[in-house]
């Protein structure tokens, strides 16, 4: 099994002048899950190199178990800070896609045709594509079957409206994303705020939130051991 993670090289919250990146814990947690199952994996983001890490996510309050691994783990971290450009990464390559949420993604995916094509490329080829909590942003532009959305039509979850209140982030994201995925014809669904939900619909898995993210990489695993 080989598994692409895609995170975000976006580190500005809007016009806030705070920091912001990817969630932590919603690469490490499928990071270790995939790699402990005998995944190998690699990680690319937009412009390469090393990604921003939404530094609220790394606060001690924050910190998880695969976090603190994650911590300890000099390999992983020189991983980390090494990805591949995305335009370095061919769908060819991989079984199956998964990208991470934190805010960042709310810039520098929705329309990103490098990223666009690659996700495009892996639901041609049928190969499963997994996105968790803000990371489904990548989702919106995407183009399946007759060019229309790829999304339209499907059981898709994601970072909600209320939770995006919760974190005081509505007026600051270019779009809400439950919003987004909505105006491209999915079915969206939610759980209550912060709990794990996973939708799975055929090779399209999406969580909500950052503890969906375990349950998110589960369900790709027993998609690539089915196939």
């Given at each position: 099994m080989k598994i692409l993670i895609v995170l975000t090289s976006h580190d500005?919250?809007?016009n806030t002048g705070k920091k912001t990146g990817f969630w932590l814990e919603e690469f490490t947690t499928p990071y270790y899950i995939l790699k402990d199952a005998g995944a190998e994996v690699a990680l690319a983001s937009p412009k390469g190199g090393e990604p921003p890490i939404d530094p609220i996510s790394d606060l001690p309050e924050n910190l998880t178990l695969s976090t603190k691994r994650f911590h300890a783990d000099t390999a992983a971290q020189a991983e980390l800070a090494n990805t591949k450009a995305l335009a370095q990464v061919s769908a060819e390559d991989f079984d199956a896609v998964f990208y991470p949420g934190g805010h960042g993604p709310m810039w520098d995916m929705p329309?990103?045709?490098?990223?666009i094509a690659l996700?495009?490329?892996?639901?041609?080829?049928?190969?499963?594509i997994v996105a968790v909590c803000h990371g489904p942003t990548a989702l919106v532009n995407?183009?399946?079957?007759?060019?229309d959305y790829m999304i339209r039509g499907k059981h898709v979850t994601g970072f909600?409206?209320?939770e995006e209140d919760d974190v005081g982030c509505s007026e600051i994201v270019p779009f809400l994303l439950e919003d987004g995925l909505k105006?491209?014809?999915a079915v969206f669904s939610k759980s209550d705020n912060w709990a794990p939900y996973v939708q799975v619909n055929g090779q399209l898995i999406t969580g909500q939130n950052p503890a969906s993210a375990g349950p998110a990489a589960?369900?790709?695993?027993?998609?690539?051991?089915a196939a």
């Open positions: 500005q919250l809007g329309d990103n045709t490098v990223s996700i495009e490329a892996f639901d041609k080829a049928g190969k499963p995407v183009r399946g079957k007759e060019c909600s409206n209320e105006e491209r014809g589960e369900a790709l695993l027993q998609l690539l051991h």
